[in-house]
T-cell receptor, first 114, second 111 residues
Framework: DADVTQTPRNRITKTGKRIMLECSQTKGHDRMYWYRQDPGLGLQLIYYSFDVKDINKGEISDGYSVSRQAQAKFSLSLESAIPNQTALYFC?????????????FGPGTRLTVL | ELKVEQNPLFLSMQEGKNYTIYCNYS?????LYWYRQDPGKSLESLFV???NGAVKQEGRLMASLDTKARLSTLHITAAVHDLSATYFC???????????WGAGTKLIIKP
């Protein structure tokens, strides 16, 4: 079974709709992240959370919100989707402390906003 | 502000050849990461480099880190088609433990 799962894997929606993307992990990590990737480009950080009560904005948080429901669950919402939010969205996890801080990625959600 | 630059951004090469991808970053950092992404797929961790002079190898890929020059290299030896992918480097910001990503190098290896 995958350690980091994302649902849905693909979603097509219309402008103005509210969308929620969900992420779950079984790695036992305390840190979780949401990234956006546009075609042919690198990753942009939307939000990150170092524990359930610690949520921080990334570089492109406008138009997005998040909820950390539990250590293992981190959801991303688009309150009113717009076409330029069409992208591939990745959730990632890592473990804090003195370790490697390597981030492990979910399979991604391909979102299309019409 | 920490910036990470990769070059080249696109590389097309023949099987059997050697090549190097470069990753420069602008301020000091404790950790540098290399990831691989196949088209439309997720990112897979390849290497974590922790200290000056660190070298790690996995198959035909070898990564190294020079913290004084703020430079990491990913060297491909005798390339094979299966190594075709986009390779990203990322640097850990010491202040808030965020990863700052390079733009990626799209590598195409032709038979």
């Amino acid at each position: 079974d995958a350690d980091v799962t994302q649902t849905p894997r693909n979603r097509i929606t219309k402008t103005g709709k509210r969308i929620m993307l969900e992420c779950s992990q079984t790695k036992g990590h305390d840190r979780m992240y949401w990234y956006r990737q546009d075609p042919g480009l690198g990753l942009q950080l939307i939000y990150y959370s170092f524990d359930v009560k610690d949520i921080n904005k990334g570089e492109i948080s406008d138009g997005y919100s998040v909820s950390r429901q539990a250590q293992a669950k981190f959801s991303l919402s688009l309150e009113s989707a717009i076409p330029n939010q069409t992208a591939l969205y990745f959730c990632a996890t890592s473990q804090g402390g003195t370790g490697m801080h390597t981030q492990y990625f979910g399979p991604g959600t391909r979102l299309t906003v019409l | 502000e920490l910036k990470v630059e990769q070059n080249p951004l696109f590389l097309s090469m023949q099987e059997g050849k050697n090549y190097t991808i470069y990753c420069n970053y602008s301020t000091t950092s404790d950790r540098l990461y290399w990831y691989r992404q196949d088209p439309g797929k997720s990112l897979e961790s390849l290497f974590v480099l922790l200290s000056n002079g660190a070298v790690k190898q996995e198959g035909r890929l070898m990564a190294s880190l020079d913290t004084k020059a703020r430079l990491s290299t990913l060297h491909i030896t005798a390339a094979v088609h299966d190594l075709s992918a986009t390779y990203f480097c990322a640097v850990l910001m010491d202040s808030n433990y965020q990863l700052i990503w390079g733009a990626g190098t799209k590598l195409i290896i032709k038979p």
